[in-house]
């Protein structure tokens, strides 16, 4: 099967902090990475499928990047909503696997 | 508006049998792939099966296959899991997602079900 290795796991941040987290597959997963919010309670919500396409009604500041093995999920401008914890899926072969998640605190 | 609508959940013991379901609106269920996916408390998602879209035909993590059955009944809208022999390790919400897409090829979740929590416990 193929690891998916998030990190940070976790990370402090600031309203209107630019952050980056990433995901690393153990091997060539082409683009097939998608990005989920989760907040405590909820189910995921995609936000980002094809490593970099915004899903719709995804804010723009929102964005995704990376093929091959290494993919990074960016939010440009952190708003009080976007705390939460971010996961990553790969889809390229099955089993469909996900990383461990990076969940983002208030400073 | 698309809805998926899970039930089924609850407290069984070891070695027991449990099917979730999850009904379907605002879409027809047979056109797309199908996914159950779980998150035991405090942990990550764990992807468990698939049922593609074309052919019905199943796909499991290797955690649950012998164990658990994908299946759907189209005329309901209505996507299930059967759950055999169960084991603590199952204990965790599980979600339904629709794919995406429409093909089978790619398999991300676009909705998902508000969860239904199985406890394995003795």
């Known amino acids: 099967a193929i690891r998916i290795t998030q990190s940070p796991s976790s990370l402090s941040a600031s309203t209107g902090d630019r952050v980056t987290f990433t995901c690393r597959a153990s091997?060539?997963?082409?683009?097939?990475l998608a990005w989920y919010q989760q907040k405590p309670g909820k189910a995921p919500k995609l936000l980002i499928y094809?490593?970099?396409t915004l899903q719709s009604g995804v804010p723009s500041r929102f964005s995704g990047s990376g093929y091959g093995t290494d993919f990074t999920l960016t939010v440009s401008c952190l708003q009080s909503e976007d705390f939460a914890t971010y996961f990553c899926?790969?889809?390229?072969?099955?089993?469909?696997?996900f990383g461990g998640g990076t969940k983002v605190e208030i400073k | 508006e698309v809805q998926l609508l899970e039930s089924g959940g609850g407290l069984m013991q070891p070695g027991g049998s449990l099917r979730l379901s999850c009904a379907a609106s605002g879409f027809t269920l047979s056109n797309y792939a199908m996914s159950w996916v779980r998150q035991a408390p405090g942990e990550g998602l764990e992807w468990v099966s698939t049922i593609s879209k074309s052919d019905g035909r199943p796909y499991y993590a290797d955690s649950v296959k012998g164990r658990f059955t994908i299946s759907r009944d189209t005329s309901k809208n209505t996507l299930f899991l059967q759950m055999s022999s169960l084991r603590l390790e199952d204990t965790a919400v599980y979600y339904c997602a629709k794919s995406l897409h429409y093909s089978d090829s790619f398999i991300n979740f676009d909705y998902w079900g508000q969860g239904t929590l199985v406890t394995v416990s003795s």
């Open positions: 899926q790969q889809y390229y072969v099955y089993p469909l696997t």
């Open positions: 094809a490593a970099s």
């Open positions: 091997q060539g997963i082409a683009n097939y």
